[in-house]
């Protein structure tokens, strides 16, 4: 597995990294076996897989419960990102949605803050946090600045409860924000071949400042696997249910693109998940994919992809194809070919 640096940090982490939002299972993705979870974790750990991404939220605490206990022992041996600022158990802060029967409230406060990290370390059992990221950030209705916010991430990282400060879910003008108060070395935020404008317009900024592009929802909540066909039935509540692709008319475009990428599937020998974390990868040296599993097939489907490395025609081709589908939906600036 190619290795690359985080922002700054001095940590050489896997290109792709294990994302854990299923594992924690909800309504939105149905139960997971916390059993074959564990075993995709040790199998990820096998393939060279040295990044690990979690959140209080994923499962109200299950995902980070269960990242513990795999990690175990040989915790050390690996990075670990998890997040703040999303919380169900105290009624300070806007509900931002309900659901499995707990109101989930926005919170960046430093008080909160400072709270939430010990709970997290509990549940991970470890006495420190890689990668803390704030997971979304203050609303209207309640408003919390960022340099309070960044305070407290600064005094967590100076007691060495955590070693390096991220942020999720952001907006260019949070970054220069964020850089006012001190050191940021990664952000989290949605990218995939379909959903390219946080990424154009941020990493400009990012790359100018050394900070790394953590890039989740690559496979847009799994229809770029290959694995959804057009008799899928998107239930309500489903996680899917809010991707645009998966309308009917845009799914049958996508599902096209996949067909034709199929040649480069037994070219690079890989699935079509792993040509989509390639493709990312592609896009700028300061990306790392963030490939959600709770399955072992799937996640080495996901980290063949990491080692890659495609020839320009090839490149060039699918960057096309995807241009095509971005511009004809949306508005959204293209990847350059």
Not at 164 to 185: F, M, P, Q, T, W
Request: proline share 4%; charged share 30%.
């Amino acid at each position: 597995m190619k290795k690359m640096k985080i922002g700054k940090t001095g940590f050489e982490v896997s290109r792709v990294s294990l994302g854990t939002l299923s594992i924690g299972g909800e309504s939105v993705w149905g139960d997971s076996d916390d059993n074959e979870s564990i075993r995709t974790i040790d199998h990820a750990r096998g393939l060279g897989i040295t990044f690990f991404d979690t959140a209080p939220v994923y499962g109200f605490g299950r995902s980070e419960r269960i990242l513990g206990k795999a990690l175990g022992a040989e915790r050390s041996k690996f990075i670990i990102s998890t997040k703040c600022g999303l919380v169900w158990d105290i009624t300070e802060g806007p509900i931002i949605y309900s659901r499995d029967g707990y109101d989930v409230r926005r919170n960046t406060t430093a008080k909160n803050i400072k709270r939430e990290v010990d709970i997290s370390l509990a549940r991970l059992g470890t006495d420190y946090i890689d990668i803390y990221y704030t997971h979304w950030q203050a609303v209207p209705e309640f408003p919390v600045a960022i340099e309070e916010t960044m305070s407290a991430l600064l005094d967590l990282k100076k007691a060495g409860k955590i070693r390096a400060i991220g942020a999720s879910n952001v907006s260019k003008e949070h970054v220069l924000e964020y850089l006012k108060y001190g050191r940021i070395d990664v952000i989290q935020n949605r990218f995939s071949p379909l959903d390219q404008m946080s990424f154009r317009v941020l990493n400009p900024l990012l790359l100018e400042n050394d900070i790394s592009f953590h890039a989740y929802s690559p496979f847009e909540r799994g229809l770029l696997t290959g694995a959804v066909d057009m008799g899928f039935v998107v239930r309500p509540g489903d996680a899917r249910s809010a991707v645009k692709w998966y309308e009917p008319a845009r799914r049958r475009e996508v599902l096209d693109m996949l067909d034709s990428w199929k040649p480069l599937c037994e070219k690079y020998g890989c699935a079509l998940a792993g040509l989509v974390v390639a493709w990312l990868l592609h896009q700028a040296p300061n990306v790392n994919v963030d490939a959600g599993s709770r399955r072992v097939k799937a996640i080495e489907e996901n980290a063949r992809g990491g080692d890659i490395d495609f020839d320009a025609a090839d490149l060039a081709e699918m960057t096309k194809k995807i241009n095509f589908l971005v511009d004809k939906y949306s508005d959204e600036a293209k990847m350059p070919l």
